[in-house]
């Protein structure tokens, strides 16, 4: 007992993220680019990401008019009322988009993705494959890295339109405000190449992260159910607290 | 099991409908974006708009009928040349109407406000407002105030 052991409890952390990282510098170095390839990445953009639709969407309709109505209710006491699209936009482009869509990727896609490799894991299909000669590397966990960097910025623009949809549903049909005033405002305050791409930079860090954590919890995940279900644990636990850092620092740096 | 067609297919129409979000929000909730084009412009010159800005709104009687769609200057007279787009359903404002800039608010955005005149002719695509109302600048109104005070004393 003793102090090897109480020096692996602190330095697991540290473990897990070489072992992350040379799993991703493994995967890439593996990656390949074949019709079939291609063909898989497509497919599995359908699991991560038109599976993940209907969250993202009711999800995105509602934090706009969540949004939209907390705004507007501050804003109309120092009569800046007309200033809520402005503060909608910005938000969403900015942070929320981007934050929201890969923290609820990670709960609906990222989790599937690591109880599937996982359980090829567990059923030996993943040592199935290499007994073929098939690299499972290329042709499991490439697809997914790259279906999770595709999908969550798609993902985020969808989010983006239905919160924006939320918040005219919010200002404009319910609080009567005038549609003219809202989409002038925001579009006079939003820049393209500093609000919204620079969300968008970010929503493909997001996706990159997320795809990537969640293929190495599944493919590190140990085979049992057990081990599957605490890998897909973890992967909801690293994604969103490294999502929330890496927003952080993508912030320092852009702003 | 879906076959392998048509998940590549609902993909496909997945990513189609991520660029079209794309394009939406780059050109509608963006400085980018595209002000609504129907309607006829008309122009007003302002000897000072304040803090006006393109796409603010134009207002008759409290409801906008428009949006202000360039700001420029005159070079001749140099004077603010103020453009904006008035939506084709109010094509009889008459001709005299005045135009003067008017904040919302303490703290609210500047915008145009259009004081209906008495012509019977309407103002058409291209027309110029004659009588305008520059934006008060708190600025001159403390220096005025101050200024008479001292003369009366």
């Known amino acids: 007992m003793s102090t090897s052991k109480v020096g692996s409890r602190w330095t697991a952390p540290l473990r897990h993220l070489g072992q992350a990282g040379l799993f991703l510098l493994t995967a890439i170095a593996h990656m390949r680019l074949t019709r079939l390839q291609l063909a898989e990445t497509l497919r599995q953009v359908y699991f991560a990401g038109v599976r993940s639709l209907v969250i993202i969407v009711t999800g995105g309709f509602f934090v706009g008019l969540v949004l939209t109505l907390q705004t507007y209710d501050t804003l ?5 009322g007309d200033a809520a699209s402005t503060v909608l936009a910005l938000s969403l482009f900015r942070e929320l988009g981007p934050v929201l869509t890969t923290l609820l990727f990670a709960g609906r896609a990222g ?47 969808i989010f983006n ?39 968008m930079w970010k929503a493909l860090a997001f996706g990159f992260l997320a795809g990537w954590l969640s293929v190495y ?8 159910g057990e081990g599957v279900a605490l890998a897909t644990t973890q992967t909801v636990i690293a994604t969103a607290i490294s999502v929330l850092m890496l927003d952080f620092v993508l912030s320092a740096f852009m702003l | ?11 496909g129409i997945f990513l189609l409908l991520a660029i079209a979000a794309l394009v939406f929000l780059a050109l509608q909730a963006t400085d980018r974006g595209v002000a609504s084009g129907d309607g006829y412009r008309i122009e007003a010159s302002f000897i000072n708009v304040g803090g006006l800005k393109p796409r603010a709104k134009v207002a008759l009687g409290g409801v906008t009928i428009g949006q202000v769609e360039s700001i420029s200057l005159d070079p001749e007279s140099f004077e603010a040349l103020v ?4 939506a084709a359903q109010f094509d009889d404002l008459p001709e005299d109407s005045s135009a ?9 955005d500047q915008f145009v406000g259009i004081e209906p005149g008495g012509s019977p002719e309407p103002l058409v695509d291209g027309d110029r407002l004659m009588l305008t ?4 600048q708190l600025e001159q109104l403390i220096s005025r105030y101050l200024f008479n005070s001292e003369e009366e004393e």
């Open chain 1, 76 to 80: 109309t006491r120092f009569g800046a």
């Open chain 1, 111 to 157: 989790t599937s993705i690591t109880a599937e490799i996982g359980l090829m894991r567990a059923t030996e299909q993943l040592d199935a494959l290499d007994l073929m000669a098939i690299d499972p590397l290329e042709r499991i966990v490439q697809p997914r890295l790259i279906a999770g960097i595709i999908a969550v910025p798609a993902l985020t623009l």
């Open chain 1, 161 to 199: 339109v239905c919160a924006i949809f939320g918040g005219v549903v919010f200002a404009v049909f319910l609080m009567g405000n005038d549609a003219v005033t809202f989409w002038g405002n925001m579009q006079a305050s939003v820049e393209l190449w500093r609000d919204f791409a620079h969300g």
């Open chain 1, 217 to 224: 919890f599944g493919w590190t995940a140990r085979p049992t």
């Open chain 2, 1 to 11: 099991m879906k076959s392998s067609h048509q998940i590549e297919l609902t993909a």
């Open chain 2, 83 to 86: 453009v904006m787009r008035i």
């Open chain 2, 100 to 108: 003067s800039i008017l904040t919302s608010g303490i703290l609210g």
């Open chain 2, 133 to 136: 109302n520059s934006a008060l």
